[in-house]
RNA sequence: GGCGGCAUAGCCAAGUGGUAAGGCAGAGGUCUGCAAAACCUCCAUUCACCAGUUCGAAUCUGGUUGCCGCCUCCA
């Protein structure tokens, strides 16, 4: 069975095959900590876990190596305007460098929360300021680097296929349609290496470099730290739609400029989430849904979120809205149950892989990580013939990639002790045929976030 | 202005030439002391619109309309 994915590169879907058998060196950009991640974010880290899942279903070892972006985004124009984390800093009163750890933990917690493998590398760009300085060096040395007032810039003329990733047409690009231009670069497209810190402020986040006292550009951190971390020349690098043009672009450019040879071999990104209305979610906008207002504390499993990404292919544009949410929520909850009921059916055990079943999933998550035809196959699945014993074995031999948590789903052998008590006094009120005691006693079990279910097997209780 | 993407039932959405997956919501039923859960059945003669190609099109071509993204930071 082949592995098809997506490529930006090419923009057409291709066999994926690694440059080293069964080992796949995984980049994924990782958040800027300046603010919590919004549920947009969310749900490209998502797609980059399913495809990480989907890879080691396939047998590939994957070394995953994720960036966190401690410094270097600039709130203005493309290499102008204000450092985020300084920003951030002055509007929480803390300095940087706890706003960084602040929102890194912050993002750990949300990717938890959603079932999200941690990578196996995690790495900061104010820990590699060294390698970035080496990197730039060498594009120094290779004549790609001019300098201006403000930074040492990379020189895009000078590197031919720089809009490969973008395909975009240059000359129609218009640098300051929505922008201030910056009059010393030579090319609109041309991008900071390095800045230095303005003239008499002293940053909270600077370093001393070969061209003076200042910080990376926002580029570079993901060049140096791939390639320390995976080599030279890599597999899958993936991130954000909206990183094709400039960010994934001005990567490409500065990596291959300075090792001569091509960077990673797929680009996949993930299409981005609007809000109803159809407006996308930016961090900039203030406008952004985490997943603490938006899920922990209404009460509502955030793996519903993880869920509801699942019902759209990752390269489309998904619509989030109080409905949708209610609707994942609805059909996890359904699952869950299916599941549970799977799991206590006096038949649930020694059953083996349903073939068929898996040849159509395997069929989904290798054709470009198909996850809606997946949770399809789900539902066909719960709904065949086969016995219960099958299907609880395919269904959690599915969840390696689902990720939704079902092999932990466990009925009623944790309850707290009160709870157990209550539990047992309904069992014998109902064996006596006391339905007014057996119901009041079912109110209180409820009025502790719990739901009794009565079955012919038996009382279960589960926490919904 | 340039480049790119999208338009499928009340909502979300798969499907890229062979006659519309799935989920949510809704309706009816089975089971049950009741409820909940589960299960069964039903729910788009039709895929934004108009032409064209084809034996055959949601799927290909041309045009129209609408929406979104990138060209500022952004997942």
């Known amino acids: 069975m082949t592995l098809n994915l997506y490529n930006t590169l090419t923009r057409r879907k291709a066999v994926f095959s690694p440059l080293f058998p069964d080992f796949v060196g995984l980049y994924t950009c990782g958040p800027t900590v300046y603010n919590f991640a919004h549920i947009g974010n969310l749900r490209t880290f998502i797609f980059e876990d399913v495809l990480k899942r989907v890879l080691t279903y396939n047998g590939f070892a994957v070394k995953h190596v994720m960036n966190i972006t401690d410094v270097g985004h600039l709130t203005g124009d493309r290499d102008m305007g204000e450092d985020k984390l300084e920003k951030g800093a002055r509007r929480e009163g803390k300095s940087a460098w706890e706003i960084a750890s602040f929102y890194t933990r912050a993002f750990r917690q949300d990717i938890a929360h959603l079932n999200i493998i941690e990578p196996s590398v995690w790495c900061r ?82 370093w001393d470099s070969p061209w003076g006292v200042g910080f990376p550009g926002w580029h570079i951190e993901c060049s140096a730290m791939s390639m320390k971390y995976l080599g030279d020349h890599l597999d899958i690098h993936c991130g954000g739609a909206d990183h094709v043009d400039v960010h994934h672009t001005n990567e490409i450019a500065q990596s291959e400029a300075a090792t001569g040879k091509p960077f990673f071999n797929f680009w996949m990104h993930g299409a981005l989430l609007n809000i109803a209305g159809g407006k996308k979610m930016a961090k900039s906008d203030e406008n952004f849904l985490t997943l603490e207002t938006t899920f922990l504390k209404k009460g509502i499993n955030p793996l519903a979120y993880r869920y509801a990404a699942f019902q759209t292919h990752y390269r489309k544009p998904m619509e989030y809205s109080e409905e ?49 035809r997946v949770m399809a196959v789900v539902q066909e699945l719960l709904k065949s013939s086969l016995s219960d014993a099958e299907k609880l074995a395919g269904i959690l ?68």
């Open 125 to 206: 760009a104010t820990e590699t300021i060294a390698d970035q300085i080496a990197l730039i060096r060498i594009l120094e040395e290779k004549g790609y680097t001019y300098r201006t007032r403000d930074g040492l810039y990379f020189d895009t003329a000078r590197f031919k296929d720089y809009t490969k990733l973008s395909h975009q047409n240059l000359e129609a690009l218009q640098e300051g349609a929505r922008v201030e231009r910056n009059p010393e670069k030579r090319n609109m497209t041309d991008f900071a290496l390095w800045k230095f810190s303005p003239p008499g402020v002293q940053r909270q986040m600077e």
């Open 324 to 372: 949708s949410v209610a609707a994942a929520q609805n059909g996890l909850r359904h699952l869950y149950n299916q599941v549970r009921s799977l799991k206590t059916a006096p038949t649930a055990a020694g059953g083996g892989l349903p073939a068929d079943f898996q040849a159509k999933f395997c069929e989904a998550i290798n054709d470009d990580l198909n996850m809606p």
């Open 397 to 464: 031999d599915f969840d390696r990639v689902l990720g939704l948590g079902l092999a932990s789903l466990d009925q009623d052998d944790a309850l707290p002790e009160a709870l157990r008590k209550l539990v047992d006094q309904r069992e014998a009120a109902r064996a006596a045929r006391n339905w007014a005691l057996s119901d009041q006693l079912r109110d209180e079990i409820q009025a502790m976030g719990y739901v009794v279910q009565d079955s012919r097997d038996g009382m279960q209780v589960i926490k919904p």
